[in-house]
């Protein structure tokens, strides 16, 4: 294997998951069908999807130990309180690693994004 070239999370409540993405981070919707909104990020350069689930869920934790990291090209400080200003409370604070600074936030289900500001 050389790249990962699709990921997709399974979520309790589709329609819910589908408005924080959209409306709380401003990702686009590129595709969708009755089980799944497939999000482009950054033009088309990340994409991933949010989907009804393949295994029954009830009463387990999602998002334990799934991180998805995106790189971003905008300034990492406005995106950070552009994501505060919209209501996220998971957002935490910058931080530096070996890659570039970024900072975590964790969707409604757990999942955790990283978004990266690259060396």
Known sequence: MRQLTF???QVKNLEAS????TKKLGFE???SNPQAYIF???QGQASFAIRTPLEPIEGK???VG???WFAVTEDLDQLNDKY???????VEPIFETPFGRAFHL???DGYKLTFLAPK
Do not use: M, P, Q, W
């Open 61 to 63: 934790e999602l998002g």
């Open 84 to 90: 505060i200003a919209n209501g996220i409370s998971t």
């Open 106 to 108: 964790k969707d409604i």
């Open 29 to 31: 919707i590129d595709n």
């Open 7 to 9: 990921a997709s999370l």
């Open 40 to 42: 482009k990020y950054n």
């Open 18 to 21: 589908r408005d924080f993405y």
């Open 66 to 68: 799934v991180s998805l």
